[in-house]
C-alpha cells in the first residue's frame, strides 16, 4: 500500500515538475523555499526573521536563501526592524503561489486515495 501511495505521490510531483509551476529557476532548494511559503500564507501580517529561527527552527543561512527567493521572484517583501531582524509578509503574487502549493497537496491526496475503497 505504501508503495502504491509513494509510486502516485512520485507521479503528480513529476507532472507538476514538467510544467515548472512550483519551481523558482534561481532557487535551488524548493522545500526549504516551499516551507517558508506554507509558515507566511498561515500569517497574513508576516513573521520576523527571529520568529521564524527560533519559532520554525529555521537556520539562519535557510532563512536567508529563502527570503532571498521570494524577494527576488516577487513574491514577497521584507521590512528591517533593526540590523539583526526584519519581518516577511507575502504579497499578493505570493499568497497565489502559496494558495496553489496547498491545491498541490489536495491533489496528491486525491491521487493516492481516491482509487481506494472505504475498507481499504
Known sequence: MKKYQSMLKYQVHIEEERHGDYCLP???????????????????????????????????????DATKALVTNNLSTTTPINEEDYKIQLN???IEVADNLLKRRDKITEAAYHTLSENE
Open 92 to 94: 499578493t503574487e505570493g
Open 26 to 64: 534561481v532557487f535551488p532548494d524548493r522545500h526549504n523555499f516551499h516551507r517558508l511559503l506554507r509558515i507566511l500564507r498561515k500569517h497574513d501580517d508576516g513573521l520576523t526573521s527571529k520568529q521564524l529561527i527560533y519559532d520554525f527552527d529555521y537556520r539562519p543561512s535557510d532563512l536567508e
